[in-house]
């Protein structure tokens, strides 16, 4: 019907004058360049009005070639009824009064193509399609084409040969055949002519000789330069030699003893012939796929991919693309048809690739069948920079982030892969929202690999990423990831950590990041360690970056004047955390040795309230210590500790004067948090200090500071200040504190300070020691025993 139909729309358009009929669907454009003076045909190129669709428009002027108007009215009816692959294809004419126009497929002529993409497949295959066309003609029609030569003969834009040149196509047993009338009257005709035919005998015209021999000149031709003279046919030139001797057959001047055009085709197409190579037997198959078994097809399909980048470009996208595409829209061919198609897609521009291949990759994209997302998702980088980026993400993307949650461990890994080559052409939105998310997710996965790969993925993603995404996602996400069982996972996210180092704010750096790298520096697999030490160098150099861009201090500068609350000189700022930490315990120590009396207390006397020393500034005190007197003071019995061995008395050697060191080896903390601060002795006094606590226990014995210590006696209980009897029970709430002899000056610093809890123990202990040798005094004395 669609050939009737067409017939009829031809015939009615059959009017007008001087230009196709208004209701021709077909605009007529320039002439092709460097047209064919052979043909009697002017090529135009043209448009189909309805789509802006190329087509090819063949034009004759009958009113400056009325001798040649019987051709091309044979010519216009032969392609109306000829329906052959191998010939033009016919879409559309008109005929009238003064031209004929004949609407084809885009085509160029064949002289044209030869001169300026000449290609050995692409003529081998033109030639095998021409003697195709020719062999159809002679034998399956039992007509003669008469005028087979290079102008009569186009290529498509595939690259193909199409025979047209139709104006002497007619059947050798009409009593009037055109070809004996007019074909003298085609231009330069003789020159492809047979020896019979230039003698005028036509009487071997039924047997198919004279189309043998002008597909001789055809094939020199198509190797060589025009010809001159038929002599020139005596010379193969540049003809191929494998197709010489099948050539040398078709110029046997006698009709009768020359070779046939089906004898070239069976020479060319048996085992090693010609005809025999893989671009041949590719083409052969897709025009024939339709009726291939589907094993045939498998292996047809697997075997392309590697042969596709040998084939000529305009050949694969037009030819070969289209087929693939076709049989890709039916879920045919799988993964190894998907793979040519994209080694196709590469080699075409970003507006030919979004025409032809993305319509069927998105719908691709959206099938269950895993063999092709693999193989998609495998090949991404190929073909994603080629698509815009609005598509990109608003339709592909929301396909393959069903992969992050697919049960195929392998389509979830290659999803995370894919992330990085999405990730350019992905909006922030989605990159900081569902992306991030996703890896997330992937960095839990069950599969080590998987967990690897997306704690990679987050380390190369930095650039994408925003600061607050890198604070409150990715930060957390990779030091729990340093926990991880599996090595190479943790390495990983060691590379993410240093990779992302300058992403991260100073508190996350030294507080989170630094000391999590720090914790897998000793772990056992030596991957890790490596990676470890490498990214605590970077962490560091970045914290070393941050830190040479802070001032010296952050405390507000203040008067010089001097008081309580007086802030350490700039000098002794600069002397570090050990100076901070003397110059804050050395405050009581000094003044404790300044202020307190050593007169000895006489036995059973009343206690003397101590007198509280005074804080007059905060300033490190200096820690020279001065050589101690030679008189010994007895501490008196009611604030004499008691103990189980005697104390050794001082060496009397001083320390090295100024090293700020001194007896710091047999001194500890107790020493100073045994003493009253100034807020606790001195009434309104508002300073307090951490090294200032006062404790009401008895003191622990002090056997340095450069001074002798005094001899142990018994006396009775301690009182209070106000003479009352220390108990067991009442003694951690009497607030007695026991003075003993110190000197003024002591070498204080370096003091590291002991547990409050300790101390407590220590000092209940002596307490208790002290009162039960008070008890076997009242006995009878020292060590006696009751009666």
Same mark, same amino acid.
């Given at each position: ?258 070779g046939r055009v089906a004898q070239f085709l069976t020479t060319g197409t048996r085992s090693n012939g010609f005809f025999e190579n893989e671009f041949i037997h590719t083409n052969l198959f897709l025009e024939n796929m339709s009726i291939k078994?589907?094993e045939e097809k498998a292996e047809f399909f697997r075997q392309l991919g590697p042969h596709v980048d040998s084939f000529p470009i305009s050949f694969s996208v037009h030819k070969v693309l289209p087929e693939l595409l076709k049989t890709l ?75 992050f949650v697919d049960a195929a461990p392998a389509i979830r890994e290659q999803t995370v892969k894919a992330v990085l080559v999405l990730a350019p052409k992905l909006s922030k939105s989605t990159l900081q929202g569902d992306v991030v998310n ?57 590379? +993410?950590?240093? &990779?992302?180092?300058?992403?991260? @704010? #100073? /508190?996350?750096? *030294?507080? %989170? ?102 804080? +007059?500034?905060? &300033?490190?005190?200096?820690?020279? @210590? #001065? /050589?101690?007197? *030679?008189? %010994? ?102 607030? +007695? ?51």
């Amino acid at each position: 019907m669609a050939y009737f139909s067409g017939l009829v729309r031809s015939t009615l358009s059959t009017v007008g004058f001087g230009g196709p009929a208004p209701g021709f669907p077909y605009h007529v454009g320039e002439p092709v360049a460097d047209q064919d003076d052979q043909a009697i045909w002017t090529l135009h190129k043209g448009t189909k009005r309805e789509d802006q669709s190329e087509v090819s428009i063949f034009v004759f002027n009958s009113a400056q070639h009325r001798e040649l108007l019987p051709l091309a009215k044979n010519a216009y009816k032969r392609f109306r009824t000829i329906r052959h692959p191998n010939f033009l294809t016919f879409l559309d004419g008109v005929e009238n009064a003064d031209t004929i126009y004949i609407v084809t497929n885009p085509v160029l002529p064949l002289r044209q193509h030869l001169r300026d993409h000449r290609d050995d497949q692409l003529t081998l295959w033109g030639l095998y399609k021409v003697a195709q066309a020719a062999k159809f003609l002679n034998d399956d029609c039992k007509l003669v084409h008469g005028n087979l030569r290079t102008a009569s003969v186009y290529v498509t834009l595939a690259g193909e040969w199409r025979l047209g040149g139709l104006e002497t196509l007619c059947s050798p047993t009409e009593p009037e055949a055109i070809i004996r009338t007019y074909h003298g009257l085609l231009p330069q005709i003789q020159t492809y002519a047979p020896p019979e035919v230039r003698d005028q005998n036509w009487a071997t015209l039924d047997n198919g000789s004279l189309d043998a021999w002008q597909l001789a000149t055809l094939i020199y031709e198509s190797y060589n330069q025009p010809l001159t003279s038929p002599d020139d046919l005596e010379q193969p030139g540049r003809i191929p030699v494998p197709l010489v001797r099948a050539y040398k057959q078709l110029i046997i001047p006698s009709p009768t003893a020359r070779g046939r055009v089906a004898q070239f085709l069976t020479t060319g197409t048996r085992s090693n012939g010609f005809f025999e190579n893989e671009f041949i037997h590719t083409n052969l198959f897709l025009e024939n796929m339709s009726i291939k078994e589907a094993e045939e097809k498998a292996e047809f399909f697997r075997q392309l991919g590697p042969h596709v980048d040998s084939f000529p470009i305009s050949f694969s996208v037009h030819k070969v693309l289209p087929e693939l595409l076709k049989t890709l829209e039916f879920a045919a061919g799988g993964p190894q048809v998907l793979q040519a198609v994209l080694k196709i897609g590469q080699r075409l521009d970003e507006d030919q690739f979004v025409t032809s291949i993305t319509p069927t990759l998105i719908r691709l994209f959206a099938l269950p069948d895993r063999a092709l997302r693999f193989c998609l998702l495998e090949h991404l980088g190929v073909y994603v920079t080629k698509i815009a980026d609005r598509t990109v993400n608003d339709v592909i993307y929301p396909h393959i982030a069903t992969g992050f949650v697919d049960a195929a461990p392998a389509i979830r890994e290659q999803t995370v892969k894919a992330v990085l080559v999405l990730a350019p052409k992905l909006s922030k939105s989605t990159l900081q929202g569902d992306v991030v998310n996703a890896l997330g997710r992937a960095a839990g996965d069950r599969e080590p690999g998987i967990r690897t790969n997306a704690l990679i993925c987050l380390g190369k993603l930095e650039n994408h990423l925003s600061n607050v995404t890198h604070r409150d996602l990715v930060g957390p996400l990779l030091v729990r990831s340093l926990r991880d069982p599996f090595p190479h996972a943790r390495s990983a996210a060691l590379m +993410a950590v240093a &990779a992302t180092s300058s992403r991260h @704010e #100073a /508190k996350d750096l *030294t507080g %989170r990041l630094l000391p999590a790298a720090c914790s897998v520096l000793l772990d056992p697999e030596k991957v890790v360690r490596t990676q470890a030490l490498k990214t605590v160098q970077n962490l560091l150099a970045a914290v070393d970056k941050l830190a040479s861009a802070m001032p010296d201090t952050a405390q507000p500068k203040t008067g010089t004047d001097a008081g309580p609350d007086r802030v350490p000189s700039e000098g002794s700022l600069q002397e570090g955390w050990s100076g901070w930490a003397v110059s804050s315990l050395s405050r009581g120590l000094t003044a404790l040795g300044t202020n307190m009396t050593a007169a000895p207390l006489t036995p059973g006397a009343a206690q003397s309230t101590p007198t509280t020393p005074s804080l +007059a500034s905060t &300033a490190p005190v200096d820690v020279t @210590e #001065a /050589k101690p007197a *030679t008189t %010994r003071k007895t501490i008196p019995p009611t604030a004499a500790v008691a103990t189980t061995t005697a104390m050794k008395a001082d060496d009397g050697d001083a320390d090295v004067v100024g090293d700020g060191w001194g007896a710091i080896d047999d001194f500890t903390v107790d020493d100073v948090s045994n003493r009253p601060s100034a807020a606790a002795a001195t009434p309104g006094s508002s300073h307090t200090s951490d090294w200032d606590t006062p404790v009401t226990s008895p003191r622990q014995p002090l056997a340095t500071f450069g001074a002798s210590a005094a001899p142990y006696q018994a006396g009775p209980a301690s009182t209070s200040n106000n003479g009352d009897s220390v108990k067991d029970d009442d003694f951690f709430s009497t607030g +007695a504190f026991l003075p003993i002899t110190t000197p003024k000056t002591s070498s204080l610093s370096g003091i590291k300070p002991a547990s409050t809890l300790q101390q407590r123990r220590e000092e209940r202990k002596l307490k208790l020691q002290q009162h039960r040798e008070q008890k076997l005094k009242k006995g009878g004395g020292l060590g006696a025993k009751k009666a």
